[in-house]
């Protein structure tokens, strides 16, 4: 516990640590709950100036802008979970090919991650999107594979020097196999790093997926979502041009949030690391 | 440095290669058939015969990799498989609005994270030096269409000044109204892109100013500033050139949501286009041209930094 105590203690991590409160408490929240049905349209509600009990106004549709938020944190949610899942699963195991496998596969893997590392998360995205349609499974897979890559490629010198070192040399005198060595001395060695990049891997997940449906190939058309709903606004941007504020400030926050509490697990994990900074930005 | 040229030569090559598989096959992998795909579910039989028979899918797998591969070398794309026009000529066409596009938002990017990147680290602890990376920090978490809606309705809504959306008719014969299109496109993605370069930029600069010869340039009497901005700043313009590389992924995936948002006839708002279209022979060469953009300049990047380091030149020698 002495790790999250620190973490509380870090401005930045404890702020990241409220954002991903506030979303899972939101997202939870509006499973059972939401001030207004969050698709429910009435023409005669459009447009309507923010009010206690619109806090966000309305749409075109007449649909409160604050429950279709809090509906849409659901997906967030779920893109952002299932592409940590997919991340470090896809990550560990291109690392673990790219580690302990013969010399011509290592080389080949590494080789692999080199180019798959210069595919943007938005393109491969497409890409699947062009094959399969769009889904918020192709955002998942997308952002799995793009930042699994980004896993690897930082995990994989990792477990090569944990291999290298005196202990796992005796570890393996003593019998142990490799799939032991692999769960005792590999893994909580290099969990720490994966736990930051995940944090960061979120952060784009988010971003991605805020694009993507943007661009109509993420979420269905009857999921609200946050990128979804930044594009349905923007049609309307001469009319009401302030409710685009919304959507846009909380995919901020959440994105901010995330690369926060990111940087403060790696400064809580590993102070010598604290400076160079290299979380999620720009675009996904 | 030749054996270092031809290393990362055939290092690109194989990067093509690998990148032409996997895209080739992404798109090979169907839920059922291409061909019914493309044509849609309310296609007849004798159009999906149709379709299957131009993208050659009754051949087998390699046979149509090497066709698509080999028209690539002789700088044939292949057709569009609903407008039967080259994709070759339409990237060409499209790329007089990304390419100036990416490289405004790249000079604009540069800009502002390269003066505010160093300003930053000289006013490390400070008031300033927090307000600036905490703000590049803030501003690199935003989604790039947001800030363009935001741009929008400031710069065009309000103020009058650029246009919303749209891109001259004529194109960059008149090019006073082309690049007034293109300017707030541009400062949407250079303002975003800056503000992840920024933090590079000031961590890159603190690094310099760790180094033995600031600290000796000072002890010679010259201000930590004045050391910095006479002896440092070239190995930080290294760092820069270096991230670059990095950067460029960044840039076109801006210019794809980007072109969208501003309705801008470029490579991103086709290649969005196509993908609904299902237009799977334009998409797979667009992917590519794409990747190749990446790979390309990535190594450039790279022998470049080799060239003008002095440093790294000694390593290899």
Request: charged share 10%.
């Amino acid at each position: 516990m002495s790790g999250f105590s620190r973490l509380l203690r870090h401005p930045a991590g404890l702020f990241g640590l409220i954002v991903v409160a506030v979303l899972l408490v939101a997202a939870g929240v509006s499973l059972v709950w939401t001030p207004h049905d969050p698709v429910f349209t009435d023409s005669t509600r459009r447009w309507l100036a923010p009010t206690w009990e619109y806090p966000f106004g309305t749409d075109n549709s007449g649909r409160d802008i604050f429950s279709l938020i809090l509906a849409g944190s659901r997906v967030t949610v779920l893109v952002a979970v299932g592409s940590a899942l997919g991340a470090g699963i896809v990550g560990l195991l291109l690392a673990a090919f790219g580690a302990l496998t013969r010399r011509w596969v290592r080389e080949s893997v590494a080789v692999l991650i080199d180019v798959l590392i210069a595919f943007p998360t938005l393109l491969i995205a497409m890409l699947l999107a062009a094959a399969w349609g769009g889904s918020l499974l192709v955002v998942i897979v997308a952002v799995s594979i793009s930042f699994g890559v980004n896993i690897a490629r930082v995990t994989r010198p990792e477990i090569r020097t944990v291999l290298a070192a005196d202990y796992v040399l005796a570890a393996r005198a003593s019998g142990i196999g490799s799939w032991g060595i692999l769960r005792h001395h590999v893994l909580p060695n290099i969990a720490p790093i994966v736990i930051v990049q995940l944090s960061w891997g979120m952060a784009l997940a988010v971003l991605a997926e805020a694009g993507l449906s943007y661009l109509g190939y993420g979420a269905p058309a009857d999921t609200p979502s946050w990128g979804r709903l930044l594009s349905e606004l923007q049609t309307y941007i001469g009319i009401q041009p302030l409710s685009v504020f919304w959507p846009g400030a909380v995919i901020t926050v959440t994105v901010l949030g995330l690369n926060l509490l990111g940087d403060g697990l790696r400064d809580v994990t590993d102070p010598t690391l604290s400076e160079p900074a290299t979380s999620a930005g720009g675009n996904a | 440095m030749t054996r270092f040229l031809l290393s990362r030569g055939l290092l690109l090559v194989l990067g093509l290669a690998v990148a032409s598989v996997l895209i080739f096959l992404a798109l090979r992998f169907l839920p059922g058939d291409v061909a019914q795909v493309i044509a849609g579910t309310d296609a007849t039989p004798a159009r999906i015969a149709a379709i299957r028979e131009s993208l050659g899918l009754d051949r087998p797998l390699p046979v149509q990799y090497f066709e698509w591969v080999g028209g690539l070398l002789r700088g044939d794309l292949g057709n569009s498989v609903v407008t039967g026009t080259p994709v070759a000529s339409e990237i060409a066409e499209k790329a007089q609005v990304t390419l100036p596009l990416a490289l405004l938002s790249m000079l604009i990017g540069l800009a502002i994270a390269g003066p505010l990147g160093v300003a930053a680290a000289l006013r490390r602890g400070r008031p300033a030096g927090f307000v600036l990376s905490g703000s590049a920090q803030a501003l690199a978490a935003v989604p790039v269409i947001w800030a363009g809606m935001l741009l929008v309705i400031v710069f065009s809504l309000w103020l009058g000044w650029l246009p919303a959306q749209g891109f001259p008719r004529a194109g960059w014969s008149d090019p006073g109204a082309a690049l007034r299109s293109l300017l707030l496109p541009a400062i949407t993605i250079g303002i975003i892109e800056g503000a992840a370069l920024l933090r590079f930029v000031r961590s890159a600069t603190l690094g310099v100013m760790g180094q033995d010869f600031i600290r000796t340039a000072a002890a010679a009497g010259r201000t930590r500033t004045g050391a910095l901005l006479t002896h440092g700043l070239p190995s930080v313009a290294l760092s820069i050139v270096s991230v670059l590389g990095i950067q460029v992924a960044g840039l076109l995936v801006g210019t794809v949501l980007v072109e969208n948002l501003f309705t801008l006839p470029g490579i991103g708002r086709m290649l969005v286009a196509d993908v609904g279209n299902r237009d799977l022979t334009k998409v797979q060469s667009e992917v590519l041209v794409l990747t190749a953009i990446v790979l390309i300049i990535g190594t450039l990047v790279d022998v470049i930094h080799r060239l003008v380091d002095p440093r790294a030149r000694e390593v290899t020698a």
